[in-house]
C-alpha cells in the first residue's frame, strides 16, 4: 500500500511539473500582449488550466478513498495579542520605510505607479480608465484619494497622505486576516504559525497598494462571514455586497469570491435546503451592477489579463514549488477529509474554490 502511494503522488508531481513548466509552451499566445511569456511563447492561461484540473483530480481520488472519521476536529482561538502585534509591526514597518523613502526622493515599482496615477487624476484631472491607466479596481484608487484629500489641508504632503492610506490598509488587512485564521478548523498552534507567516509577508519594501494583505484576505474574509449566516436572505446579502466590495477591488479578486461563494450556495442547496440556490444568484447579479457602476472600461484590465498580459515566465523558484504542493497535495487531501465529515465542509470547500480561482493571478 505504502509502494502504491509513493508511486501515486510521484505521478502527481511529474504531471503537476508538466503542467506547469513544460505545457505552457506547447500552446504558445495567440495574439500580442505586454508580458514575458509573449516574448518566450508561453502560455500561462494553459498551465492554469491544467493545474486547477490536477487538483480537482487529486481531491476526488482522495474524497474517493478517504474513510468517513469521527475524529473530532482540534480547534482553538487565537489571543488577540496577536492582532495587536501584527499590527503594530506592518504600522511601525511600513512607517518607518515610507519616511526613509520620502525623505529620499526616490520612488520605485508599485509605490511610484500609484503616487502617478493618483498625480493623473487629482492633480490633472483626468478620468481612471480612460484617460489615465489604472491596473486595479477603483477602491485601491479612491482610498488614498480620499485619505490625500482629508490630510493635504491639514499639513501632509501627497506623499505622506498617501503612506497614510497604505498604514492604514495594511493595518485593516491585519484585522481582516486575523478574524479569517480565527474561522479555520486549526488547532490553536497552527493558526498562530498561519497568522505569523501570512503577516510577515505583508512587510515587503514596495509600498503599493496592490500588495497589502488587505487585498488579497478580503475574499476569503467575505467567505469567512457568508458561511457564517444561517438564514439564507442574510446570505444572499453578504454575497452581494462582497462581491461588489471584492469588484472594486481587483477583478481577479471578485471572481475568486463570485466563484467561491456560487459554489458554497450551491452545496448548501444540495446539502440543506434548495432556496440557498436563490443566493448562488446573488453574486451574478451583483458583478453585473458594478461593471455597471464602474464601467466597462475597468473590465478592460481583465480581458488583457484574460489574454496572457502582464504574465512572467513561470520557473521552477521555491516559492511557486511551495504553491503546487499546496495546491496539489495538501489543499485536495484537507477537502477531501472535510468533505468526509467535518462540520466546516462548507467552508473548507469555499476557501478552495476561491483558491483554484485565484491560480491565474497566482501563476501570472
Known amino acids: 500500500m505504502k509502494s502504491r502511494a509513493i508511486l501515486g503522488w510521484s505521478t502527481v508531481a511529474v504531471a503537476t511539473y508538466a503542467a506547469v513548466f513544460v505545457l505552457p509552451y506547447r500552446f504558445p499566445l495567440r495574439e500580442p500582449v505586454l508580458s514575458e511569456t509573449w516574448d518566450a511563447g508561453a502560455n500561462n492561461q494553459v498551465a492554469a488550466l491544467a493545474a486547477a484540473i490536477l487538483s480537482v483530480l487529486v481531491a476526488l481520488v482522495c474524497w474517493y478513498r478517504t474513510s468517513v472519521s469521527t475524529e473530532r476536529e482540534a480547534t482553538g482561538q487565537l489571543s ?90 495594511q493595518a485593516g488587512g491585519i484585522a481582516l486576516l486575523f478574524y479569517t485564521v480565527q474561522a479555520l478548523p486549526l488547532r490553536r498552534s497552527l493558526k498562530a504559525v498561519a497568522f505569523i507567516l501570512i503577516a510577515f509577508r505583508t512587510l515587503n519594501t514596495l509600498l503599493g497598494l496592490n500588495y497589502s494583505v488587505f487585498r488579497f484576505i478580503l475574499p476569503f474574509a467575505a467567505l469567512t462571514l457568508l458561511t457564517r449566516q444561517r438564514n439564507p436572505c442574510n446570505a444572499a446579502l453578504v454575497a452581494g455586497f462582497g462581491e461588489v466590495v471584492c469588484f472594486a477591488t481587483s477583478p481577479e479578486i471578485g471572481l475568486a469570491f463570485g466563484f467561491a461563494a456560487v459554489t458554497y450556495a450551491l452545496y448548501r442547496a444540495w446539502r440543506d435546503a434548495r432556496k440557498w440556490i436563490l443566493v448562488a444568484a446573488t453574486p451574478l447579479a451583483a458583478a453585473a451592477v458594478s461593471e455597471a457602476i464602474i464601467g466597462p472600461a475597468y473590465f478592460y484590465t481583465l480581458g488583457h489579463m484574460a489574454k496572457g498580459g502582464f504574465n512572467l515566465l513561470l520557473l521552477p523558484a521555491p516559492h511557486l514549488l511551495a504553491l503546487l504542493i499546496a495546491l496539489v497535495v495538501l489543499a485536495p487531501l484537507a477537502v477531501a477529509r472535510s468533505l468526509r465529515a467535518s462540520p466546516h465542509a462548507a467552508l473548507t470547500l469555499a476557501f478552495y474554490a476561491a483558491s483554484l480561482a485565484m491560480i491565474p493571478a497566482a501563476l501570472g
Open 80 to 169: 488577540r495579542r496577536y492582532l495587536w502585534a501584527g499590527i503594530l509591526a506592518v504600522i511601525l514597518w511600513t512607517t518607518a520605510l515610507g519616511i526613509a523613502v520620502a525623505r529620499a526622493q526616490i520612488y520605485w515599482m508599485d509605490e511610484g505607479y500609484f503616487l502617478n496615477q493618483l498625480r493623473s487624476g487629482l492633480l490633472f484631472h483626468q478620468h481612471i480608465y480612460t484617460q489615465f491607466e489604472f491596473a486595479y479596481g477603483p477602491l485601491l484608487y479612491l482610498w488614498p484619494a480620499i485619505c490625500i484629500g482629508v490630510l493635504t489641508p491639514l499639513g501632509f504632503n501627497f506623499d505622506a497622505a498617501y503612506l497614510v492610506s497604505l498604514v492604514a490598509m
